[in-house]
């Protein structure tokens, strides 16, 4: 019996890590005509991922909780920060990914890495290189990823490429609209009115080691800001006890506007201040507007290393 090699997505798993555990499953066992690739994700899938499964007839992934003594490939991500426990006695044979490179390993591995708004992206290019049939539920799983990854197109991460692809990706399935569909996907995503503060924090949420400590980054992206002006207090609160309890030096968390194109943050900090800074902005009770902002990796994840990361 040929060993599992499980294609696994990072913490909080967002759309692009399930979609592309699921696809790049699907496309490894078409190209070598096997049943040994399989998808898997760290946890519980978002209301938005559980839609689009839905919709395109896909199941979940198993939840796989320990690496150890494994084979794994990491998909839309490369951090051990941001990856599943006993990754480190684990036995990594490949990346895929869409973001900085990251990452130590003491074996040479394959490592396909592209500067392009999704790893589903990546995914979609591979299937038309490799002449792999994309049948529409498959299309339609990763055309909602790169929608979604890239909001809508909005994004400062989404290139040409994701926008051919996105168009490429809608004509075999039932999607006549794209856009539409994207604005019912992010609906789906913002409703937050179920969530615990925590919840919230967490439902799209990276780790990363600066030198001055542990930063944990999450965003919110959502057509309605106003849905979070009640609940900002009790959100800060939520951050601050999860500050003390995990040992982190910041927690941001940023609410996104895919409408207006900018972003609310709420910070928790050893040194705010210096936060703001790194922002480029002052911070008034732990909160300020920046228009403009939308990306975490393109944008905000930088600004926050060139102070604290050097």
Request: glycine share 4%; aromatic share 10%.
């Amino acid at each position: 019996m040929l060993q599992k090699i499980y294609i696994i997505g990072h913490k909080s798993p967002d759309l692009d890590s399930v979609a592309a555990a699921v696809s790049y499953a699907d496309f490894k066992n078409k190209q070598e005509n096997t049943d040994a690739y399989v998808p898997a994700t760290t946890e519980d899938i978002n209301q938005v991922t559980k839609f689009v499964l839905d919709k395109f007839n896909f199941q979940a992934p198993e939840i796989l909780k320990d690496a150890e003594n494994k084979k794994i490939i990491l998909v839309d991500h490369n951090e051990f920060s941001q990856t599943l426990e006993g990754v480190d006695k684990a036995e990594i044979v490949e990346i895929l990914d869409h973001h900085k490179l990251n990452f130590k390993y003491d074996q040479p591995i394959v490592v396909n890495i592209k500067p392009w708004g999704a790893t589903c992206s990546i995914l979609a290019q591979m299937y038309f290189d490799n002449n792999i049939d994309i049948d529409k539920n498959l299309a339609g799983l990763m055309l909602s990823a790169i929608l979604d990854d890239t909001l809508i197109t909005k994004s400062p991460t989404c290139t040409g490429k994701d926008k051919e692809l996105i168009e490429k990706l809608a004509r075999p399935t039932d999607v006549s609209d794209w856009q539409a569909y994207g604005f019912e996907m992010f609906k789906i995503k913002s409703s937050v009115k179920d969530f615990t503060d925590l919840e919230i924090i967490k439902n799209d949420f990276k780790d990363f080691d600066f030198k001055a400590g542990k930063f944990g980054i999450g965003q919110v992206e959502t057509v309605d800001l106003s849905e979070f002006d009640a609940r900002e207090q009790d959100l800060l609160e939520a951050m601050r006890k999860m500050q003390s309890q995990e040992n982190y030096h910041s927690i941001i968390l940023f609410l996104t506007d895919i409408i207006n194109e900018g972003s609310r943050f709420l910070v928790i900090s050893n040194n705010a201040e210096k936060v703001g800074e790194a922002l480029g902005q002052k911070l008034e009770n732990n909160k300020t507007y920046i228009p403009g902002i939308m990306s975490r990796k393109k944008q905000v994840v930088p600004l926050i290393a060139k102070v604290f990361d050097k």
